[in-house]
């Protein structure tokens, strides 16, 4: 289950990246553009840190 959930987020931030990089390509750096990047990489190092790294128990 933990790795479907991973595999899950993982393809979500990757679309959600690619999205990210087409409209900076598209319509230049803007300060939203920045600040999609900012919170890809808080999603990035949340989610995967918190599915590789399980609570103990």
């Known amino acids: 289950m933990r790795l479907a ?3 899950i987020a993982l393809l979500f931030i990757v679309a ?3 999205l990210t990089v087409r409209d ?3 319509h230049g750096a803007t300060p939203v553009g920045v600040l999609a990047i900012v ?3 808080l ?13 103990r128990r």
């Open 5 to 7: 959930v991973f595999t």
């Open 16 to 18: 959600l990246a690619v």
């Open 24 to 26: 900076i390509r598209v």
């Open 39 to 41: 919170i890809l990489v």
């Open 43 to 55: 999603f990035t190092t949340g989610i995967v840190g918190a599915l590789l790294h399980p609570p």
